[in-house]
């Protein structure tokens, strides 16, 4: 069971990014899956997250209306598209699931709730 993040990269404020969760080993559509991000010296926090078992949404408030969150599963992965990338964007964003299966008509943004994490991706947005 493995997770990888893809597609951070240095980009520059309003631009865009698409950023990648590819799961291996078990098969993604059927788990919740949650990105967070981590600046230095902050804490992990949650940015947008998918639950199970009707796709539905959540987003933190400082990316409504600016990411989306979606499912790829022909590539068995989810995608998180972020617009209008803001210089308080820049982080190391990580995806997770919940393997226990729980998250399957609502979903969390909190650290604790996910059990499986990916390794990293850096998003840079300089003003």
């Known amino acids: 069971v493995q997770l990888q993040a893809s597609g951070g990269r240095s980009v520059q404020t309003g631009d865009y990014l698409r950023l990648s969760c590819a799961a291996s080993?078990?098969?993604?559509?059927?788990?919740?899956i949650g990105w967070f991000r981590q600046a230095p010296g902050k804490e992990r926090e949650g940015v947008s997250c998918i639950s199970s078992g009707d796709d539905t949404t959540n987003y933190a408030d400082s990316v409504k209306g600016r990411f989306t969150i979606g499912r790829d599963n022909a590539k068995n992965a989810v995608y998180l598209e972020m617009n209008d990338l803001r210089p308080e964007d820049t982080a190391v964003y990580y995806c997770?699931?919940?393997?226990?299966?729980?998250?399957?008509?609502?979903?969390?943004?909190?650290?604790?709730?996910?059990?499986?994490w990916g390794q990293g991706t850096q998003v840079t947005v300089s003003s």
């Open positions: 997770a699931t919940d393997l226990e299966g729980r998250q399957r008509w609502h979903c969390s943004k909190f650290v604790s709730n996910y059990n499986s």
């Open positions: 080993g078990f098969t993604l559509d059927n788990y919740a």
